[in-house]
Each structure stands twice: as C-alpha cells, then as structure tokens.
C-alpha cells in the first residue's frame, strides 16, 4: 500500500512562493504517477498537474491551463518525494492540496488510487 502525506502549507502573500511537499512509502514511490490537487471552500477537488512514473519518463501532465508558467512538479525518488513549487500566488489558489498516487497504465490519466491528507495553504495580505 502507498502512503502519502503532503507538508508545506501555510500563510503566504499575493505574489508570494511556496514548495509543497508529498512524501510516500514505501519505497515504491517511483513506480507512481504522483499529481497535486486542491480543494478551495466551497469548491469541488480539481486537479492542477501531475508528473508520470520512471517507467514513463517522468512526463509532465497539466489538468489545468491555468498553473502553467506559475506551479511546477519535480520528483527526488531517493528521497520519495514529490514536489510542488508554487510562484505567484493569487487569493484564489486558497486551498486544501492534496498530492495522490496511480499505479496503472493510465499513468497521469488515470483515476487516482491513493491520497493525502491535505495541506492548507491561505494566501492573504
């Protein structure tokens, strides 16, 4: 089974950086395709990008347009980590993120199998 926690929210500024962070095991992370999520109040769970497994060099998927050129993914498989840096934040990216793993062919297209808990992060003057 994998197990994911995300760390790295919190406070941030407008136009202010943050780099979340999802640690899985066991040391299996890198046969997973890892995306983040968030869910803002009152909102439904959108996807925002994910990158694929080893196995399907690391390519990069967006679910949505609107994070490119402001949020990127990377991944440290000896470390089991996946990361999430976020630039330019904006009121509205106010959120639960939540990083999450699918261990099918589907890869980044698939329906993900395993989450996180979440990680708040508020962006506010």
């Known amino acids: 089974q994998l197990h994911l926690k995300e760390s790295g929210g919190g406070l941030v500024q407008p136009e202010g950086s943050l780099r979340l962070t999802c640690t899985g095991s066991?040391?299996?992370?890198?046969?997973?395709?890892i995306g983040w999520f968030r869910q803002a109040p009152g909102k439904e769970r959108e996807g925002l990008l994910c990158?694929?497994?080893?196995?399907?060099?690391?390519?990069?998927?967006y679910y949505r347009d609107s994070v490119k050129g402001r949020f990127t993914i990377s991944r440290d498989n000896a470390k089991r980590t996946v990361y999430l840096q976020m630039n330019s934040l904006k009121p509205e990216d106010t959120a639960v993120y939540y990083c999450?793993?699918?261990?099918?062919?589907?890869?980044?297209?698939?329906?993900?199998?395993?989450w996180g808990e979440g990680t708040l992060v508020t962006v506010s003057s």
């Open positions: 999450a793993g699918e261990h099918s062919d589907y890869g980044c297209g698939g329906v993900m199998d395993y």
């Open positions: 066991p040391f299996t992370l890198d046969r997973y395709a």
């Open positions: 990158i694929n497994s080893v196995a399907y060099g690391e390519t990069i998927t």
